[in-house]
């Protein structure tokens, strides 16, 4: 059984940080790209950011480009998010997710075959 995990959301002020994190379990996840989506209320759930699992290649929103880092840790299975100067439109459920099926890294929530509970992240003013 996969499983993913989300901790580190919380409130914060504009302009300051928090880190995220994802943590894997269940099997071996050498091959799977890693993907954090978020998804405020009314909204469709949206790309953040993703990761290769192999060689570590990143891709990243236009929204969150120079704010936020993701990165992975193989030994302790994790994918942390770095979130820098929030700003409120960064409040939402954030996500983590996993893909198992495509070579190159993918935008779109359909692509992905795990998810996580969510963890909420909310910016204030």
């Known amino acids: 059984q996969v499983q993913l995990v989300e901790s580190g959301g919380g409130l914060v002020q504009a302009g300051g940080s928090l880190r995220l994190s994802c943590a894997l379990s269940?099997?071996?996840?050498?091959?799977?790209?890693m993907g954090w989506f978020r998804q405020a209320p009314g909204k469709e759930r949206e790309f953040v950011a993703a990761?290769?699992?192999?060689?570590?290649?990143?891709y990243y929103a236009d929204s969150v480009k120079g704010r936020f880092t993701i990165s992975r840790d193989n030994a302790k299975n994790t994918v942390p998010l770095q979130m820098n100067s929030l700003k409120p439109d960064d409040t939402a459920v954030y996500y983590c997710?996993?893909?198992?099926?495509?070579?190159?890294?993918?935008?779109?929530?359909?692509?992905?075959?795990?998810w996580g509970q969510g963890t909420q992240v909310t910016v204030s003013t």
């Open positions: 990761i290769s699992w192999t060689d570590g290649d990143t």
């Open positions: 269940g099997r071996s996840f050498g091959n799977y790209a």
């Open positions: 997710a996993a893909d198992r099926n495509h070579v190159h890294l993918q935008l779109t929530p359909n692509s992905y075959d795990y």
